[in-house]
């Protein structure tokens, strides 16, 4: 139990371009759901936490206007990255809660902008 | 505000020797803890976590990992390694709400 996937895995886009990023729990509903920003050989930083049905909750110096983030549904939660740049680049990762302070991590989707 | 501090960005050991990884953490309020192991391009799997009771806490894989307050330390452990445990480790700290904060992690790897 408590899956998460993620998709693409792997996205290649070219600057200027948007790209979406989905996150969905397979097995349980998740009313909180939490997208992380990995750099090479770096630790996962908070990027945004998302509750279902009202507007995510954005970490200090994440801009909310580039990382959109939507949680439509208690197994979906989607970001997409508007106007990517290369420095955009990154390996992002998702988590959704099931019981407090439990986080169950997707398997991550790496962008590369070009 | 939490913190983690993970001490060797780097543990080299040699296959069925102990593994050690360190972590010490800050929380203001009794912490939950939690170590993570990540392989290659892929996310995070939860290897064990700590949130009240007993304080030695066993994992998945043979880890294990025990909650000493007193040095504010949530150390892991593995009596004998394996090739297969060669990978990232994150040390985790949460105050009871949602919000994780990892430590910067320890790239482990075994010597044949």
């Known amino acids: 139990g408590a899956v998460v996937s993620q998709h693409p895995s792997r996205v290649i886009c070219k600057s200027g371009t948007s790209v979406k990023i989905e996150c969905r729990s397979l097995d349980f509903q998740a009313t909180t759901m939490f997208w992380y920003r990995q750099f090479p050989k770096q630790s996962l930083m908070l990027m945004a936490t998302s509750n279902e049905g009202s507007k995510a909750t954005y970490e200090q110096g994440v801009e909310k206007d580039k990382f959109l983030i939507n949680h439509a549904s208690l197994t979906l939660s989607t970001l997409t990255v508007t106007s990517a740049h290369p420095e955009d680049s990154s390996f992002y990762i998702c988590?959704?809660?099931?019981?407090?302070?439990?986080?169950?991590f997707g398997p991550g989707t790496r962008l590369t902008v070009t | 505000a939490q913190s983690v501090t993970q001490l060797g960005s780097h543990v080299s050991v040699s296959e069925g020797a102990l593994v050690l990884l360190r972590c010490n953490y800050s929380s203001s309020v009794p912490p939950y803890l939690f170590w993570y192991v990540q392989y290659p391009n892929q996310g995070l799997q939860l290897l064990l976590k700590?949130?009240?009771?007993?304080?030695l806490v066993k994992g998945i894989n043979g880890f294990e990992a025990e909650f000493k307050k007193s040095e504010t330390s949530f150390h892991l452990t593995k009596p004998s390694a394996h090739m297969s445990d060669a990978a990232e480790y994150f040390c985790a700290v949460s105050e009871g709400d949602d919000k994780i904060i990892f430590g910067k992690g320890t790239r482990l790897h075994i010597l044949p």
């Open positions: 988590s959704a809660r099931e019981i407090p302070a439990e986080q169950y």
């Open positions: 700590y949130t009240t009771g007993a304080t």
